[in-house]
C-alpha cells in the first residue's frame, strides 16, 4: 500500500523558514514526479512545486518562486520543500503527491498518490 507522511509544518513568524519532508512508503518512487501543493481551507487546493524523478526538472508556482525550494532524495524515497522567507499568505495545509508519470504535472488532477497534509502557520 502506497503512503506519504508529511513532517516540518509548524508555526513561524514571518520572514522565518520551514522545510517540509515527505517520506514515501510503499513501493519505490524514484521515477515519478513528485509535487507539492497547499490548501486553504474554503479554497482550491493549490499547486506549490514539482520536482521531475532525477531532480534536474523543477517547477515553482510563480508565488513561491524564488522563495521555495524543492529537491528529493531518492535513495531515501523523501521529497523535500525548503520555504524561506516566508509570508502570511503562506500560511495553509501543505500536501505532497506522487505521479504516476515520468512527466512533472503541475496540475492536482494529474497527481495519483497523497499525503495526509502537514500545517503551516505563518504570523505576522
Known amino acids: 500500500q502506497v503512503q506519504l507522511v508529511e513532517s516540518g509544518g509548524g508555526l513561524v513568524q514571518a520572514g522565518g523558514s520551514l522545510r517540509l519532508s515527505c517520506a514515501a512508503s510503499?513501493?519505490?518512487?524514484?521515477?515519478?514526479?513528485m509535487g507539492w501543493f497547499r490548501q486553504v481551507v474554503g479554497k482550491e487546493r493549490e499547486f506549490v512545486a514539482a520536482i521531475g524523478w532525477s531532480g534536474s526538472s523543477t517547477y515553482y508556482a510563480d508565488s513561491v518562486k524564488g522563495r521555495f525550494t524543492i529537491s528529493r532524495d531518492n535513495a531515501k524515497n523523501t521529497v523535500y520543500l525548503q520555504m524561506n522567507s516566508l509570508k502570511p499568505e503562506d500560511t495553509a495545509v501543505y500536501y505532497c503527491?506522487?505521479?504516476?508519470?515520468?512527466?512533472?504535472?503541475?496540475?492536482?488532477?494529474?497527481?495519483?498518490?497523497w499525503g495526509q497534509g502537514t500545517h503551516v502557520t505563518v504570523s505576522s
Open positions: 503527491a506522487v505521479s504516476n508519470t515520468i512527466l512533472v504535472p503541475t496540475t492536482k488532477g494529474e497527481y495519483d498518490y
Open positions: 510503499g513501493r519505490t518512487f524514484s521515477s515519478y514526479a
